[in-house]
T-cell receptor
Framework: GQQLNQSPQSMFIQEGEDVSMNCTSS?????WLWYKQDPGEGPVLLIA?????ELTSNGRLTAQFGITRKDSFLNISASIPSDVGIYFCAGYTDKLIFGTGTRLQVFP | GAVVSQHPSWVICKSGTSVKIECRSLDFQATTMFWYRQFPKQSLMLMAT?????????EQGVEKDKFLINHASLTLSTLTVTSAHPEDSSFYIC?????????????FGAGTRLSVL
């Protein structure tokens, strides 16, 4: 099935550092969603974006809907140990397509 | 956010048996529910879309006779893995979209880990 390209594939950072990850596609999406998945759990919605250029924050998380509608970015500021997990972007047209995921490890 | 309950969270079965997984939207009505499959260290792959009161739409390569989906009410969808084999072992996750809500947000259950011996 179709997937979105997400980078980086994994990140190992120190607590307190900022994190940036992005998602790109060859297709245009009208909605971008960012989810976090902990091991053995389902994805939990973090941020939803609906308009090209839109910048939305949720606490220490900020996400942007790319102007071309083919990409999206997620930033996490001042990372903490509980930020550990896998972050997925997802683009929506007539169905939700998931990115390949970014695995985040935070060291104290 | 809206709550989606999935049951069971973990099931082990013998090869050849059938397994049913339930997905319920607890505090909203969902005309559309989705079933995903996730292999270790991989992303979620959409298996099928189920609409309340009608037949499910399966993604290419997903056997509809193998993975039976029933969406009998606005709050319940079930996935039955028929005649399960070891290659069906995976993490199955359901998702629901709120009826009448045009924002394209899907909420996910906690997943069901299926191990077929």
């Amino acid at each position: 099935g179709q997937q979105l390209n997400q980078s980086p594939q994994s990140m190992f950072i120190q607590e307190g550092e900022d994190v940036s990850m992005n998602c790109t596609s060859s297709s245009i999406f009208n909605t971008w969603l960012w989810y976090k998945q902990d091991p053995g759990e389902g994805p939990v919605l973090l941020i939803a974006l609906y308009k090209a250029g839109e910048l939305t924050s949720n606490g220490r998380l900020t996400a942007q809907f790319g102007i071309t509608r083919k990409d999206s970015f997620l930033n996490i500021s001042a990372s903490i140990p509980s930020d550990v997990g896998i972050y997925f972007c997802a683009g929506y047209t007539d169905k939700l397509i998931f990115g390949t995921g970014t695995r985040l490890q935070v060291f104290p | 956010g809206a709550v989606v309950s999935q049951h069971p969270s973990w099931v082990i079965c013998k090869s050849g048996t059938s397994v049913k997984i339930e997905c319920r939207s607890l505090d909203f009505q969902a005309t559309t529910m989705f079933w995903y499959r996730q292999f270790p260290k991989q992303s979620l792959m959409l298996m099928a879309t189920s609409n309340e009161g009608s037949k499910a739409t399966y993604e290419q390569g997903v056997e509809k006779d193998k993975f039976l989906i029933n969406h009998a009410s606005l709050t319940l969808s079930t996935l039955t893995v028929t005649s399960a084999h070891p290659e069906d072992s995976s993490f199955y996750i359901c998702s629901a979209r709120e009826a009448g809500w045009a924002k394209n947000i899907q909420y996910f259950g906690a997943g069901t880990r299926l191990s077929v011996l």
